[in-house]
């Protein structure tokens, strides 16, 4: 079914316009003039700003609600980090987010997160050789899985590096990406040479070598998940995750907006602590947006502004118009 969405304002491509609205059909939406809809044509109306899904990228779906996070302006999560075949379950429910998910933790025997109370048993896969990951990532795909994750936790045994590649050669003869959670000295790098995407957290632990962000941001994506530091109050983490962060997005780096919501007294919205977090880094509101969005359709009742003062307040109250019905 084809219908017209008209608003005040559209924040669409990277740009906000004004006099076109949103052609949405068969699940996608397109930016259209207003004097290009069809006499008669379904159309809805809605005060404010129209803008795309808001995406966050690493959530722990067995820790939250998701129809809270859905309510919360959320439009699609990443599961980084639950029981898959339960993930699974939730995949198209009504009043949900539209959710992508992870298969279980790949680690060492006795690695992170196994010891882990907060970890139910089925989240985490542990393997000792190539071969051992070849069969965890089929079977992971098998189940549904859509990205893959694996962890280099210095505080713990750990995945050798011919492991690790292995993971990744495995997953990416499937077409999934890898996201690591990389936490701790040389764990990043171990990341890095696997050959690995995305890091589910952006580096806290310590300054990183510039050497190594500037490969780092030729070839990998970050997850921001800068609030997980202090939940609002300064910390020497969050301090260095942000100077990790503005030194990736200075060579060229892209991040992704992600809370890792689960992870303590995180809002289950979009969370403005974060956003301000990313702004501190460096990133504009613009740039934040195209960090934040994905598919569907999200809506701003009072108006998008992108004054840099106001902007994480006007985008926590941000709502889900698509998937999954009305706002």
């Keep these: 079914m084809t219908e017209f969405l008209l608003s005040g304002s559209l924040w669409w491509d990277g740009r906000l316009r004004t006099g076109e609205g949103l ?23 809605f005060p404010g700003t129209l803008l795309p899904g808001i995406l966050d990228a690493h959530v722990h779906s067995g820790l939250v609600d998701l129809a809270v996070v859905r309510a919360g302006g959320i439009a699609g999560v990443w599961d980084l980090g639950s029981v898959p075949s339960r993930v699974a379950g939730l995949v198209g429910r009504a009043g949900f987010p539209g959710i992508r998910y992870a298969g279980p933790f790949l680690t060492a025997p006795g690695g992170y997160p196994s010891d882990r109370s907060w970890a139910a048993p089925g989240s985490w896969r542990t393997i000792g050789s190539a071969a051992q990951a070849s069969e ?57 040479e696997s050959g690995a995407d995305i890091l589910a957290h952006t580096p806290w632990t310590e300054p990183l070598d510039p050497g190594l962000v500037r490969v780092c941001a030729e070839r990998m994506q970050w997850i921001s998940t800068l609030d997980i530091h202090g939940w609002g109050s300064p910390t020497r983490e969050q301090t260095t995750a942000i100077g990790n962060l503005r030194r990736f ?19 289950p919205t979009v969370n403005p602590r974060e956003i301000r977090a990313l702004q501190s880094a460096g990133l504009t509101p613009e740039e934040i947006l195209v960090a934040m969005t994905d598919d569907g359709v999200s809506w701003i009742p009072g108006g998008l502004d992108l004054s840099p003062v106001v902007f994480a307040d006007v985008m926590a109250t941000v709502r889900v118009l698509f998937p999954g019905g009305s706002a």
């Design 23 to 45: 052609r949405w059909s068969e699940g996608r939406a397109a930016p259209v003039p207003l004097d290009d809809i069809p006499e008669g044509a379904k159309r809805r109306q």
């Design 136 to 192: 965890a990532v089929g079977a992971a795909a098998a189940g549904g899985a859509t990205l893959i994750k694996m962890t280099a936790h210095a505080g713990g045994p750990r995945m050798d590096l011919p492991t690790m590649t292995a993971v990744v050669q495995a997953a990416h003869e499937r077409g999934l990406p890898v996201v690591v959670h990389a936490e701790g000295p040389g764990t990043v790098v171990v990341a890095y």
């Design 249 to 267: 997005l200075e060579y060229g780096g892209r991040v992704r907006y992600g809370t890792d919501l689960g992870n303590g007294p995180l809002p």
